[in-house]
């Protein structure tokens, strides 16, 4: 079993900076791949960002050069940084984690609310 809890949400203004933060409990963290998504109101919830375990990174075309996922193995957290922040990224923001592909992640977290202001 693995809990996942999201941090770091908030209100910025278009342009700004974010970084969320999950923090995973738990055995082996470093057996899963960890991922990012987000669901704005009224849409689905779509993938953002993956580390996988062999370090690898993986990103949604929308978020590429702009957000960058990083996982620290010691401390079982991964990370998010948001950067160039745009009124559309708006969202509640998942952390999830998978012992496979994060097509159907086996655990979520709460989720973190991400308000940008334009």
């Known amino acids: 079993q693995v809990q996942l809890v999201e941090s770091g949400g908030g209100l910025v203004q278009a342009g700004g900076s974010l970084r969320l933060s999950c923090a995973a409990s738990g055995r082996k963290f470093s057996t899963y791949a960890m991922g990012w998504f987000r669901q704005a109101p009224g849409k689905e919830r779509e993938f953002l960002a993956a580390s996988w375990t062999g370090g690898s990174t993986y990103y949604r075309d929308s978020v590429k050069g702009r957000f960058t996922i990083s996982r620290d193995n010691d401390k079982n957290t991964v990370s998010l940084q948001m950067n160039s922040l745009k009124p559309e990224d708006t969202a509640i923001y998942y952390c999830?984690?998978?012992?496979?592909?994060?097509?159907?992640?086996?655990?979520w977290g709460q989720g973190t609310q991400v308000t940008v202001s334009s």
């Open positions: 999830a984690a998978d012992k496979a592909s994060l097509g159907t992640p086996d655990y």
